[in-house]
Each structure stands twice: as structure tokens, then as C-alpha cells.
């Protein structure tokens, strides 16, 4: 077990981050802002692939996010949970800098995507968002374009070239299972499409980008339960290939497609750990009382 | 009872002058309409699309030269005006929430009120004399100005109701700021702005007093657009005023042919709006 | 897919934002061209007209002199001429404007709203020159051969109903400009009524109020001073307005109280001897009233969209 030490933050003493007791094996340790020593677990035989460290976001003059420590796990799928308003989302958004596009945003402390640091001065926003795709909790497809389009969107409108465009459509849409029931109607406008299709049309554009990381900001709360299902089924068929990352504030949602869970709370990330373990048996009284319906 | 029956009087008679005052509103429409229809037509003929205006005194003759004249203008207008208003319109819904925004949008809808007239004084001012030259695209920037604050504060509105959603769509898709605004909010924007830069040409189209002294006009074909050229509006005028019958035969066709290409111009627009807002 | 950047290595790029901000100072600057060029204006008038400015001060806008011959140059006329059909023009369309509105926003049933409210609109379409043409061969003469006579017979006692009844002049300018600001004053009013919250009627209406007296006691009072702007947008618009007035009024620089005689206003003077101006005094004298017509409308135009700001948050 080795949980950071209690860490004060603005001078409020706040508990340490728990879980992870029996996996925790390479944890790296790292030392706060405010001097403090801390450590990300990471869990036993797995890699990090996005960890950030004594992540402080704050809009304005507010702070949102009080020194978050987690690792999110390569090719496996991190659940964040927790009640609206905990920050949930806007440490999703700060995985890929779409933070940024609010203004007045700013953001201390280090995240690393494959040991680099996405926020440094010299890095482009736009070349970390097509590493970390992004799925929104809306489905979002471009109006003006057909489901193709919509398919080919991150790749025309980057200026890239993919040689082979009708494979990269089918393939993507296979994959997200929409092909067979879109196939005759490429050309049809994306917002033609049922709201749940049109996130899987959301997906499959994110995934033509070939991401490594995958980002769903509460990707099912927009749709009905048939049409979450299927994403959740889909969300299943992805993880072998990509790393995911789901903010959701349905709980069922969390233990049916995530391998770990985090629970945050008022800005801190409460207690981090596999998805089991939270749900039944949680370390935090708090997550205890948030899974069990007492708050949030 | 008395005082309800009283009231409701009132009510109908108020309702009653309202009506009144939609009718009369509209009257002169109605006449202004029938009367260049009437007019205008009998002395439309193919001569008038083709041929150049005749002498006084001799019958016959057309305003080829204005026509063709007022669609150079028009179009350079449009060339000069339409970019930099939606461009402005750009900056004012993505970046303009700030002082700077605040007080473009005002220079804006103050410029909107600006009379034609002192607009062709100004272009006057800054092109013909410096180029010691009225000419075609003179008149084109004192049009082009008149068209700007429209075009700006219309593209702006509608670019204001993209949904930041698809922005985000963009963003989130490693699309740098500039690309997803020409390439998506832009594109999804088109079709209304179209509309508005539709209304915004014919409205400009119709104007007689910033070409006054600037393109001024020209009883010939011009040579190039750095020569005096003739407008349909100018030659409007100039046949209205002069003393002789065939002139003014001549000024209502061309009142026609100007009304239907400006309210053809305006109607289609207004319909596509139409269409589209009834689609959503 | 390797054509695709699959693995992009390295995160970093030289030309950082580069697109980005070139593509915001573009925009940028395309917006303060617009405050730019309003300043220009101003600018590019006070310029051409500074030598006239500095012969006649304040005399310019006093004398009634508008002499190019001497070179004496007095523009009361014309702003006599402008005021007064501006005026005149406003007494005609304010109430059927207003009315207009009123019936649009509050009574219209709702399939008749958007035709009416579309024809309204057409007549803003119609270019000015169109009015003036019409003015010259349908109303003048309807003016000169019914309505003057009729005006004279019954209120021949007022000063403003007398004289030789020509159809040119300052009652055929104003009916002109009426018609020409009518839409304007209604869609503005129009987009004001319809900002009033309908909490307020619907609360009138609690209280046993006829439609009439819920325009009176709820519409009314929010809408009052979005509603003045709208008039004020008006009369902006009827002071600069030029071909139609210039092609009706009669285009003579004298002042009198019959609204049966011949006028001339400042737009129109300016559209009339701009280019025959011969003379670097003259043509001053006539960019200084475009100054003075620039200056008025501005001002008109700042405290109108004040006005209706205050009222509809969405600009007109």
C-alpha cells in the first residue's frame, strides 16, 4: 500500500487518494506543488497511459480541481463517476486540452500521455486531440455533411490524406456496427440519423482519426436504453484496441463497461480502484455513500 | 353592462384603426407596383436589353449599357463587400465577446443609419479624387460600405446559432480553431447567411445616391471599370427628370426592370429562409 | 492507414497556433475596418468641407443665402426643407406605423402575420428611385389636381394650406418619405412589442382586460422607449433619404410656411450640384452639409439603437 500522504491543498487538509491496495505495484512518486509527497498508482502488470499528476484546473479565479493523481490504464476502460459538479468532466476535457476553448480556463500540474507532458508550451492542442479523440454527451455530427462525411470529417478537415477512403468509411462504421444499417445511404445528411446512431456515427469519426485514447464525456445520457446498450456493447469491442475514458453519472453504466472506477467528489478524486472493488467494497465512507444512493 | 359594452367598443375601434393602419401601409405598395407593371411594360422589348440609350428625339433605343453597368457594379460590390462583412461577422460571433465586439457591433448599427448620399460624398472623397476618375468600381466601394453593416451583423447573428456542439465536434477532432470555423461553423452558417447577403445586394442594388458621383453614368458602353459607368437607378433618375416623353417611357420600364430584379432578388431570399426554417 | 499520421511521434510543432492567430487578427481587422471606416468618414467630410467650414462658421448654417455665384453659401434652406418633411413625414407614418405594429404583434391572426408582415417589408424593398418616379408622374399630379385643392378648400385659413398649388414640394416629400419609413418604424416597433414578456399580458388579461386595453396598460408601457428608438430610426432614415424627396419636392431653396410650395433638402441639394459644383468653395459648402447630414443621423442612430437595446436585446 502505498497512498500518497495526506496532501494539503490551499490549505485545507484533504485525504489521501484510496484504493488500489492490493494491485498497486509501480506507483510513481512524485512531489506536490505545495511540497507535499504524493504517488499515482498504477495497477499491477499494467501501464500507464495517461497519468496526471497534482492536476489543479481552475476557471477564473476559482479552482474546479484540487491535485488530481490517477493513471489511467492502456487499453483498458476508466469509468469517472460522481455527483454533477464534482469535476468530473472537466478533468476528461483537460485530457485532450478541450479545457482550453473555455475562457479563462487554466490548468497547473502535469498530465502525461505516454510520459509526455500534453501541456507544455511547446505542444499543439490540435496534434493531442488527435492522439485522445473525443466523444461528446450529444451526438454532435456535422449537419452540412453525409453520414461519409461525417465518417471522413477529422481526416478532410486536418488536410490529411487517407488513400484508401471508402475502406476507412466501412471499416469505421463496421466497427462502431453501423455499417449494415447505414450502408445504402452513405450519402444521406448525418443528422438524418436516430440519436443513437448518431453517436455511433460520433465514435466512428473519432475512431477514423486512429486515436490511442478514447474520451466519452457521459456519451449515453442523450439516448434511450436500447440505443445505450449498444454503445455500451461497442465501448466493450473497443477497449481491446483503445484506452477509454467514460464520465458517466449512471453507476449501472460504470460497472457494466469499466475495468477501473474513480470517484470524485467536490473536485478531488476520492478513491480510484477496479470497478468491483468500489462497488462492494469501498475504502471511502464517501464513495460508500455516493454508490449506495445516500448523496449525489 | 353599460361599461363593458363601452369598453368592448373601444376595443373594436382601436382594432378597426389598426387594420386601417396595416391597409394604408400597404396601399402604396400596391399602387407603386401597378403602376411600374402598367408602365413598364409597354415599353419593354428586346431593343431595351440591347441596344444603347438613342439621342433625344429619336425614338427606339435601349439601356443595355445600365443594365450590364448596374450588375458590374453590383458584383463588384458584392466581391469587395461580402468577404470582409462575413469575415467581420466571424470575429463578432466567435471572438467578439469583448469591448472591441461591443463596439463593432455599435459602429456597425450606427453605420446601417448612415445616409446613402453622404456614403457616395465619402467614396467621392477618398477615390474619385485621387483618381481624378468617376468610374465603375467607385461606385462599387460606396456600395460595397453601404452593404457592409448588414452583411456583418447578419452572419454574425447566424453564425451565433451554430451549436457550440459542433464547434467542440471539431475541436475534439484535433481541428485547429481556424479550420473548424471556415470548414464547419462557417459551413453550417452558409445557407442563411446566403440569405442575408441576398437581401443586402438587392437592397444595394436599387440605390440611386452614392452612384451618383461616383460611378456617375455613361450614355455609352464602358471601356473598363475605371470609367464613368451607367446603373439602371442612375438612369432612372436622370430620364425621370429630363423634360421629354420617350425618356420617361423608357424610366418606367427600366422602373420595372430594376423592381423585378431587386424584389426577385429579395423574394427568393426571403423564401429560402422560409423554406429552411420550416425544415428544422 | 499509414497514410494517416497513426503514430505522430512527437507532440510538438513549430508554427504553433500560427494558423490560429492569423486567422483571428484576420478577422480582426476586417471588424475594425468597420469602426474605421466610420471614423473616416467623418474624417474624409470635415476635410473636403474645412474650407467652407472655415469662411462661414456658424453663418452657414444661419444664412439663407445659397448663392454659388458670389460664392455666398447658407444652407438654412435645406435644413429647413429636411426638418420639416422629416417631420411631416413622421406625423404620417408614427401612427400608421405604430398601428401597423400593434395589429401585427397583438390582434393578426397568426396566418395572416407573415404575409402582411412580408408586404411591409417589400416596401423597403422597393428602391427609392422607383418612389420618385412614381411621385413625379402619379402622386404630384394626384396631389396638385385632388388633394391640394381639397386641403385648400377645407383649411384654406392656415397659413400651411395656402399658396399655388404645384404637387412639388414639401407635402409631396413628406407623403413620399412617409412611405419610404413606414417599414422601418413598423418592424422595429414590431421586434420590440415582441420582446415584451407575456407574463404582463397574460397578467392584464387576469384582470378582465380587452385586447385594446392589455396593448395600453402592459405592451405599451414596457415597449415605450424601444419604441421611441424606432421612431428616431425613422426620422434618421427620412433625413438622409435623397432620391425620392430630390425627385418631388421641387428642388427650390426658399423657406415657407405652405407645405404646398416647393422645398429643398440637404441630401438633395448635395445629389443635385455635387457634380456640376464648379469651384473648391462650393464643393466645400455642399460637403459640409453632407458633414452636418452625417453628424445628425449618427447621433440619431447612437441614441435610437440606445433605445431599442434597452427594450430588445436583439439588435434590430
Known amino acids: 500500500m502505498k497512498t500518497g500522504p495526506a496532501t494539503a491543498t490551499n490549505g485545507q487538509p484533504t485525504r489521501p487518494t484510496r484504493g488500489l491496495e492490493e494491485l498497486d505495484a509501480s506507483s510513481r512518486d512524485l512531489t506536490l506543488h505545495n511540497g507535499a509527497r504524493a504517488s499515482v498508482p498504477v495497477p499491477e502488470g499494467k501501464e500507464a497511459k495517461i497519468s496526471t499528476e497534482d492536476l489543479r484546473v481552475y476557471f477564473g479565479k476559482t ?97 490529411l490524406r487517407a488513400t484508401d477512403t471508402d475502406g476507412v468509411v466501412e471499416r469505421r462504421l463496421r466497427q462502431v456496427a453501423l455499417w449494415d444499417e447505414v450502408k445504402d445511404n452513405l450519402g444521406r445528411s448525418g443528422s438524418s440519423l436516430s440519436g443513437g446512431q448518431q453517436q455511433r456515427l460520433c465514435i466512428a469519426r473519432a475512431l477514423a482519426l486512429e486515436p490511442e485514447v478514447l474520451l466519452m464525456d457521459e456519451p449515453c445520457s442523450a439516448l434511450d436504453p436500447i440505443a445505450t446498450a449498444r454503445v455500451e456493447e461497442l465501448i466493450h469491442e473497443l477497449k481491446e484496441s483503445y484506452t477509454i475514458v467514460i464520465v458517466t453519472h449512471n453507476m449501472q453504466q460504470a460497472g457494466r463497461v469499466a475495468d477501473y472506477t474513480a470517484f470524485f467528489y467536490m473536485g478531488e478524486l476520492v478513491e480510484f480502484d477496479r470497478t468491483d472493488v468500489i462497488f462492494t467494497q469501498p475504502k471511502e465512507s464517501r464513495t460508500e455513500d455516493y454508490i449506495t444512493g445516500r448523496f449525489g | 353592462m353599460n361599461n363593458y359594452r363601452y369598453r368592448r367598443l373601444i376595443d373594436l375601434s382601436i382594432r378597426g384603426a389598426c387594420i386601417a393602419a396595416v391597409v394604408i401601409a400597404i396601399v402604396p405598395l400596391v399602387l407603386v407596383l401597378t403602376y411600374v407593371t402598367v408602365q413598364g411594360l409597354s415599353g419593354l422589348n428586346l431593343d431595351f436589353f440591347t441596344q444603347l440609350p438613342k439621342p433625344v428625339g429619336e425614338t427606339g433605343g435601349g ?19 461580402v468577404p470582409i462583412g462575413i469575415l467581420a461577422g466571424v470575429y463578432l460571433s466567435e471572438f467578439g465577446n469583448n469591448r472591441l465586439g461591443k463596439s463593432v457591433r455599435f459602429a456597425a448599427d450606427v453605420m446601417s443609419g448612415v445616409p446613402s448620399i453622404t456614403v457616395g460624398l465619402f467614396v467621392y472623397g477618398i477615390i474619385v479624387l485621387r483618381t481624378r476618375q468617376f468610374s465603375a468600381w467607385a461606385g462599387a466601394v460606396a456600395l460595397a460600405v453601404l452593404m457592409l453593416p448588414t452583411v456583418t451583423r447578419t452572419s454574425e447573428e447566424l453564425l451565433r446559432l451554430v451549436p457550440d456542439s459542433l464547434r467542440e465536434a471539431a475541436l475534439g477532432l484535433g481541428v485547429p480553431r481556424w479550420r473548424a470555423t471556415l470548414k464547419v461553423v462557417l459551413r453550417t452558417a452558409a445557407p442563411g447567411i446566403a440569405t442575408g447577403v441576398m437581401l443586402a445586394v438587392a437592397r444595394v442594388a436599387g440605390e440611386t445616391a452614392p452612384l451618383l458621383f461616383t460611378a456617375f453614368g455613361n450614355r455609352f458602353w464602358s471601356a473598363s471599370i475605371n470609367q464613368p459607368t451607367a446603373s439602371l437607378p442612375v438612369q432612372i433618375y436622370t430620364y425621370a427628370v429630363s423634360p421629354y416623353d420617350e425618356w420617361h417611357r423608357q424610366a418606367w420600364t427600366a422602373a420595372l426592370v430594376l423592381v423585378v430584379l431587386v424584389l426577385l432578388l429579395n423574394v427568393s431570399a426571403r423564401w429560402a429562409l422560409h423554406q429552411r426554417v420550416r425544415a428544422s | 492507414m499509414d497514410t494517416l499520421h497513426s503514430r505522430l511521434g512527437p507532440l510538438r510543432r513549430s508554427g504553433r497556433h500560427g494558423g490560429d492567430a492569423l486567422f483571428k487578427g484576420l478577422t480582426a481587422a476586417f471588424a475594425v475596418l468597420i469602426i474605421a471606416l466610420l471614423a ?40 429647413y426643407g429636411t426638418v420639416v418633411s422629416s417631420l411631416l413625414a413622421l406625423v404620417l407614418a408614427v401612427p400608421i406605423s405604430l398601428g401597423a405594429s400593434i395589429w401585427l404583434s397583438e390582434f393578426a391572426p397568426g396566418w395572416l402575420k407573415t404575409p402582411i408582415a412580408f408586404l411591409i417589408e417589400l416596401l423597403a424593398a422597393v428602391p427609392s428611385v422607383v418612389y420618385g418616379l412614381w411621385g413625379i408622374f402619379v402622386l404630384c399630379p394626384l396631389l396638385r389636381n385632388v388633394v391640394e385643392p381639397l386641403l385648400g378648400k377645407m383649411f384654406g385659413s392656415l397659413p400651411l394650406f395656402q399658396g399655388a398649388r404645384q404637387g412639388f414640394g414639401m407635402l409631396a416629400g413628406g407623403i413620399i418619405l412617409a412611405i419610404m419609413i413606414t417599414p422601418t418604424i413598423t418592424s422595429v416597433s414590431r421586434e420590440v412589442m ?28 414596457f415597449a415605450r422607449s424601444g419604441l421611441v428608438g424606432a421612431v428616431i430610426l425613422g426620422l434618421g432614415r427620412a433625413l438622409g433619404e435623397t432620391m425620392a424627396i430630390t425627385m418631388v419636392i421641387g428642388n427650390r431653396s426658399e423657406i415657407s410656411a405652405s407645405l404646398f410650395s416647393p422645398s429643398y433638402t440637404m441630401a438633395s441639394v448635395i445629389a443635385n450640384e455635387f457634380t456640376e459644383a464648379t469651384g473648391d468653395l462650393y464643393l466645400a459648402a455642399l460637403a459640409e452639409i453632407g458633414l452636418l447630414l452625417f453628424a445628425v443621423t449618427v447621433a440619431l442612430n447612437i441614441v435610437a439603437r440606445l433605445l431599442v437595446w434597452r427594450v430588445a436585446r436583439s439588435p434590430v
Open chain 1, 63 to 159: 479552482r474546479v480541481l484540487h491535485g488530481v493523481n490517477l493513471a489511467v490504464v492502456k487499453g483498458a476502460v476508466t469509468a469517472i463517476i460522481g455527483p454533477s459538479g464534482c469535476g468530473k468532466s472537466t478533468y476528461l476535457r483537460c485530457l485532450n486540452r478541450m479545457h482550453e476553448i473555455t475562457p479563462g480556463a487554466r490548468v497547473e500540474g502535469r498530465i502525461l500521455l505516454d510520459d509526455q507532458d500534453i501541456h507544455g508550451s511547446w505542444i499543439d492542442p490540435v496534434l493531442v486531440r488527435r492522439r485522445v479523440g473525443m466523444v461528446f454527451q450529444k451526438p454532435n455530427p456535422f449537419p452540412t455533411m453525409s453520414i461519409r462525411e461525417n465518417v471522413l470529417a477529422g481526416i478532410t478537415l486536418n488536410g
Open chain 2, 63 to 81: 439601356m443595355a449599357n445600365a443594365i450590364v453597368g448596374t450588375l458590374e457594379i453590383v458584383a463588384l460590390a458584392s466581391a469587395i463587400g
Open chain 3, 40 to 79: 473616416d468618414m467623418a474624417f474624409e467630410m470635415a476635410r473636403t468641407s474645412r474650407l467652407s467650414l472655415a469662411h462661414f462658421g456658424w453663418q452657414f448654417i444661419r444664412s439663407t443665402n445659397w448663392d454659388p455665384v458670389r460664392d455666398q453659401f447658407g444652407a438654412l434652406p435645406f435644413i
Open chain 3, 194 to 221: 415582441k420582446a415584451v414578456p407575456n407574463v404582463l399580458r397574460e397578467g392584464s388579461f387576469a384582470l378582465g382586460a380587452t385586447r385594446a386595453e392589455v396593448v395600453r396598460m402592459a405592451v405599451l408601457p
